[in-house]
């Protein structure tokens, strides 16, 4: 078991970097926007990507999924590989029929006739995105880390530098008088919004083109039968994306229109503040990239690693918690003054996180029995909650009720699938550390927040030893004897 483990953990650092490097390199591009565009426009980009993450969940069907378990059951993985990667082709030249159909009427109705353009670049990079994760499954599938992580970061390195072209250099261009000025005309007919899903739609494209040379479209290797059972297996785990991606974007939808006073800038402010939380989910999903394959190729064998697996994630996840909360004074310097206020939504953003990982570990139970419906009861349950707590705490709240609605959601996700797989599925979960490893961190949290320090060296000391104090109560729970005799009875 510990050489699995440590296989784990190699796998979970090597996507860990890439994932952490490449994100927190497009993370950085939010400092960037706040500069560069108006709150207004970067509102108008949040409300966007918001709709996008769900859209990219429903054209990707789940079968991302469905193909790691259909591949690692013994069928032939170039069919299992070809069979889903003709569905995503048609699908995703559909989506982009249907992107240049309806970008008008989707302008008319949110936008007041505006960001058309912006719109079917959206389309585009629904379609090109989803149509690629298969060849991504692959290359986890084969344990191919490196290269999948260099792709990663060559596709964001591609929309960082775009981003800088159209934002940045051109402009300098024009303020330089070193454009014509046709040019200069054709650049301003535009705006920000456009110029920022340019930028990420060639990024998307240059991914495609990289996989080109090696997708092969043999109609011979296609089976009707084997995608009706992709499907059939694939359809509950794409609710439990598409209601995962309502919960945590569906406030980015609809807070400009819940909120008083000038919605898509208070929604900018919240914006911002939510890209310093989502640390956590960069942590969640360089986890998830190597955990999933481990479990499918376990078949349920370990049930006491994967319950070793939730305490570490747990702990780690709640020092991510701490350094962020405890030391935002730092964090802030990439903010401009007009977004800071934002920062009380930053916690519960964090935890929400949290929250998403632990149901992600908690869900191998409905996968590994095929009980994928399961999920798909959970999502369904959670993202209604969340939607109806957006209504209820948006405008009552502000910016943080939109938060807190996206931690209700995942919390009652969290109980139903620990309550209902415990009934089909027991995994030995120590609920007694898991609980403690939280309580102190919150605790911890409370006790920084009720407690000032003027001189700043003492109260960086002082924040230091909290979050010390943590990584030792976790070595006391997990390694001291005296915890396991007398609070264990071990």
Known sequence: ??????????????????????????????????RTVAPEEYGIVVNIYGALTILLVIFTYGLETGFFRFASKGNDSQKVYTTSLISLLITSVLLIILSLIFSGPISNLIYQGNFQISIFLAGFIIAFDSFVSIPFAYLRLKNKALKFGAIKLLSIGVNIFFNFFFLLFIPYLIN????????????????????ILLSNAISSLSVLIIFLPGLTFDFNYFDRLLLKDLLIYSWPVLLVGLTGMVIQNSEKILMPFLISGDGFKELAVYGANFKIGVIMSLFTQSFRFAFEPYFFKKQGKELLSYARIMEYYIFFGVLIFLGVTLFIDIINYILTDEY????????????????????????????LTDKTIYGAYFGIIGSVITIILNFIFIPLFGMVGGAFAMMGGYLVMVVLSYYVGSKIFPVPYNLLKIFITFFIAILSYLFDQGIKIDDLFYQYVFKGFIFVFNIGVFIFLNFSKVFKKTILND
Do not use: D
Request: hydrophobic share 50%.
């Open 1 to 34: 078991m510990n050489k699995e483990l440590s296989k784990l953990a190699g796998e979970t650092v090597i996507y860990g970097v890439t994932t952490m490097t490449g994100r927190l390199l497009n993370w950085l591009l939010m400092p960037f926007y706040i």
């Open 176 to 195: 330089n008088n070193l454009l014509c000025y046709q040019l200069v005309e054709l650049y301003n007919s535009a705006n920000g919004v456009l110029y």
């Open 340 to 367: 800071i206020r934002g920062n009380i939504v930053i916690p519960v953003v964090l935890l929400s996180h949290l929250m998403y990982g632990i149901y992600f570990n908690l869900s191998l139970w409905y996968k």
